[in-house]
Structure formats: structure tokens, C-alpha cells
């Protein structure tokens, strides 16, 4: 039989009823709030989001689409002609052009066409060819050259010179927004203009 105190002991009292859930359910929140955080932190470190400001890489990309950039891709390798790029410019927003010239390339700007290391690019995605000479001039170690699509209409390495590959952001990936626009970023590849 059960005395007074061991059935006192036994039974919960209202308090302790009432606090458990309680309490559960403001660890839940606490736990779902760190993980959000956490989930944040990696994509944000993974992974950026990027507004298209202008029409410089017409027609591949356009004026007020979003895109994904994968800021990993080259923490495990160097990008290469045809990649399109973000990257960190001194006094403006990021900006998005394309990869032409890596360290040691040689590249020249003729009207109608771009030549690296005296092969003329084959770049059937451009909105117009040059309209202006540049160059030849050889990419400095470390740095890249970098064309927007829309020569005629880009501010690029033509105009301000190679951009160093500590400012570069990432690789632009996946065109996001608007939904109609989404697809895969069209990179290409100059296998041909190989440093001689």
C-alpha cells in the first residue's frame, strides 16, 4: 500500500505538466533557428546570387536576370577561356564577363574578331563582333582578360585591363529568375588558342 508521501513523489504536479511542453517546444525553436542559420551560413558560402545590371553580356544573359554563382568551382581549379565570371571590381558593383585570356595568353582585338595567342576565337554567341582594336598584349601572371558578349557595348579588360584572380567570385552557374529564363549559364570553350 501508498503512503501519502511516495503517491506525492509518483504524481506530477500541475506545474511540472504544464512546463515540459513548454519547454520542449522553445528548445524546437531555438534548434530550428540555429539550423536555418547554419543552413544559411553554407549556401551563402557556397553558393552567391547575382543581378544582371546592364546589357554588356547580351544575348547570353539579360539586363535584370538573376544568377546563381558557384563560388567553390575554383578553390579546386583555375577558371578557363569561355567561363563567365563575377568577380569584385575597385569602385563598382561585381560584374559578369567572360573568360578570353588566361595568365600568359597573348590577346589582340581586331575589328571582327578576337585573337589569343594568334588564333582567331570561334564565339558564335556574341551580339556583335569588335568594332575596335586592342592590343596584343600578354595577360600578366595571375591575372585575367575578360570580354563582356555584347563587345560593342561592354566596359571590359579592353577598357580598364586584366583583373587579378583574387577578385574573382565565382563561376556563374544557373540562371534563376525570371522563371521563363531558366537554364544552365552558356559557358564555352577555346581549346584552340592554346599559349604558344
Not at 47 to 75: A, H
Request: charged fraction near 20%.
Amino acid at each position: 500500500m501508498q503512503t501519502a508521501v511516495e503517491a506525492a513523489i509518483a504524481t506530477p504536479t500541475e506545474t511540472e505538466v504544464i512546463l515540459k511542453p513548454q519547454s520542449n517546444l522553445l528548445r524546437e525553436i531555438v534548434e530550428t533557428a540555429l539550423l536555418t542559420a547554419i543552413i544559411f551560413l553554407v549556401v551563402n558560402a557556397v553558393i552567391g546570387r547575382f543581378r544582371i545590371e546592364s546589357v554588356s553580356m547580351q544575348p547570353n544573359l539579360w539586363e535584370g536576370e538573376y544568377v546563381i554563382v558557384d563560388k567553390v568551382s575554383y578553390s579546386l581549379t583555375s577558371p578557363q577561356r569561355g567561363d563567365i565570371i563575377v568577380f569584385e571590381k575597385v569602385g563598382q558593383a561585381d560584374l559578369i564577363k567572360r573568360v578570353i585570356g588566361l595568365p600568359g595568353d597573348t590577346v589582340e582585338v581586331r575589328p571582327g574578331q578576337v585573337l589569343v595567342n594568334g588564333t582567331p576565337l570561334a564565339e558564335p554567341y556574341i551580339a556583335n563582333p569588335p568594332n575596335y582594336t586592342f592590343g596584343p598584349v600578354q595577360v600578366e601572371p595571375g591575372r585575367y582578360f575578360v570580354l563582356g558578349d555584347n563587345r560593342i557595348n561592354s566596359s571590359d579588360s579592353h577598357v580598364w585591363g586584366t583583373i587579378p584572380r583574387e577578385t574573382i567570385v565565382g563561376r556563374a552557374w544557373i540562371i534563376y529568375w525570371p522563371p521563363p529564363n531558366w537554364q544552365i549559364v552558356p559557358h564555352y570553350s577555346y581549346a584552340v588558342a592554346e599559349a604558344r
